[in-house]
């Protein structure tokens, strides 16, 4: 797993890994029962504070993406796929959301939102 963090980030570095685990679970990268780096290793690797890495952990237990078995480690939770893609939806909500709220301050019509989302959507 390749978590990129920034120091210059206005994002906490806490959020940042929780952000990088969750993608990488949502994506696959991290499959089901798969052992997350200890916490020590990941702040040894990342030159950051255990406690900034257990925080980031922590919060992850509590929104149900990992599980913590004390003395083995940190391991991904199965996660109902249903329940992963509303997670998914809900944030291109966010950003559509934002995508109109400039499009109407600028004028642009949503003629062409629409033209330019079906442009980039067929590229990939």
């Known amino acids: ?64 993406y990992i599980k913590t078995v004390q003395g083995k480690g940190s391991f991904v939770i199965s996660r109902n796929q249903d329940l992963i893609k509303e997670e998914q939806i809900k944030i291109i909500e966010e950003h559509l959301e934002e995508i109109i709220k400039i499009a109407k301050l600028t004028d642009i019509e949503k003629k062409d939102i629409i033209e330019l989302f079906n442009y980039l959507y067929e590229e990939e």
């Open 1 to 64: 797993m390749n978590l990129i963090i920034s120091n210059n980030s206005e994002i906490p570095i806490y959020e940042q890994i929780k952000r990088e685990i969750k993608r990488a679970i949502n994506t696959n990268e991290l499959k089901s029962a798969e052992a997350l780096p200890s916490v020590r290793n990941l702040a040894k690797d990342l030159r950051i504070s255990v406690l900034t890495v257990k925080k980031a952990y922590d919060e992850l237990e509590s929104e149900g």
